[in-house]
């Protein structure tokens, strides 16, 4: 009789995290199989989209839940099965990022001024030019200043702007600042 010896190890790439925020659309992992198994057979549930190469699966996670990862492994008629299981929560953090200058010049590149930001509440983006006059407020974090007041696009210059918002955790932050207009 001839024994086949299976030796097997699911790494985790992430240093064996196994519980991940999800604070943009989608999470993308990568999970490695160390072994010497002649096959690896892949399964995910519930089902996700993910893919194959080799010894590496490719997870692309979108809704929150707990996902779990089974490995089969075999050697001829030995065989053995190992799981991962993936917790998604609903992200905790707030992240907010604001830009000191843009280019509205109509090549669809940094067109706009705005900020970016993830798990953002109560948000409030107002800009001025530097006599005061108000030229564009936002209670929308996807509405961006393109430039222009009262439909002229407005000249070279420093502008000032407040931000106010909560974050996540209901704290209140407001944030003045100066952008650039550059055409």
């Known amino acids: 009789m001839k024994y086949t010896l299976l030796t097997l190890l699911i790494s985790m790439n992430l240093m ?25 057979n892949w399964s995910v549930s519930p089902l996700i989209p993910y893919q194959v190469n080799d010894d590496v699966m490719t997870i692309t996670i979108s809704d929150l839940g707990t996902y779990v990862i089974t490995a ?38 940094n067109d706009t001024f705005g900020a970016y930001g993830i798990n953002i509440k109560d948000f409030k983006l107002t800009i001025w030019n530097r006599w005061g006059e108000l030229l564009f407020v936002s209670n929308d974090l996807n509405n961006r200043w393109d430039g222009t007041y009262k439909g002229e696009i407005c000249q070279d210059d420093v502008y000032t702007y407040k931000l106010s918002y909560k974050d996540v955790n209901n704290k209140q932050y407001t944030k003045f600042g100066r952008v650039t207009l550059f055409k």
């Open 16 to 40: 064996a995290q196994t519980t991940y925020e999800l604070c943009d659309s989608y999470i993308q992992k990568e999970i490695r199989a160390n072994t010497s198994a002649q096959s690896i």
């Open 72 to 109: 089969t492994f075999s050697n001829g008629y030995c065989y053995t099965k190992d799981l991962l299981v993936l917790q998604i929560i609903e992200c905790k953090e707030s992240f907010l990022w604001i830009p000191n200058s843009f280019t509205p010049n109509d090549d669809r590149v």
